[in-house]
């Protein structure tokens, strides 16, 4: 999903943490859709939340964002994002889309905690005050 956009991480581990988060939501999204035409209008969804996140990451570094709010908004967000698509979703034959909630919150609760982890892990600093490109 995030192959066309690139994404503003904090630090290498803010990084892989996302990348992985959104592989991991296309294989939910993939593995539940029925029709393609929906998963394409998924990938626009995450597209734009991606160009928020990105958005918050530069206010954050401007310091009109606190760097939390910025570093945890693409799950957050997904989250929203992902209700919405399955309440509107026909699911594939003998699909439970319960099954594919329980997987979504699963992993973004992970995701969360690994990204509340990396901060004691690694910090942000002045020396990492910097938006990289994943």
């Known amino acids: 999903m995030n192959e066309s956009k690139p994404i503003y991480c904090l630090n290498n581990m803010h990084s892989v943490i996302v990348s992985s988060f959104l592989t991991e939501i296309e294989e939910?999204?993939?593995?539940c859709t029925m029709y393609n035409e929906d998963i394409d209008g998924f990938r626009d969804i995450i597209e734009n939340l991606?160009?928020?996140?990105?958005?918050?990451?530069?206010?954050?570094?401007?310091?009109?964002?606190?760097?939390?709010?910025?570093?945890?908004?693409?799950?957050?967000?997904?989250?929203?994002?992902?209700?919405?698509?399955?309440?509107?979703l026909t699911v594939n034959k003998g699909e439970d889309i319960e099954l594919f909630r329980e997987k979504m919150l699963s992993l973004?609760?992970?995701?969360?905690?690994?990204?509340?982890?990396?901060?004691i892990m690694q910090p942000w600093?002045?020396?990492?005050?910097k938006?990289?490109?994943?």
């Open 50 to 88: 991606i160009i928020y996140h990105n958005t918050l990451g530069v206010s954050a570094m401007d310091g009109d964002t606190a760097y939390e709010d910025w570093y945890l908004s693409l799950p957050n967000n997904v989250y929203w994002a992902l209700t919405g698509y399955f309440a509107s």
């Open 108 to 119: 973004i609760n992970k995701t969360i905690q690994s990204l509340n982890s990396s901060l």
């Open 125 to 129: 600093t002045e020396s990492e005050n």
């Open 28 to 31: 939910i999204v993939e593995e």
């Open 131 to 134: 938006i990289h490109l994943n």
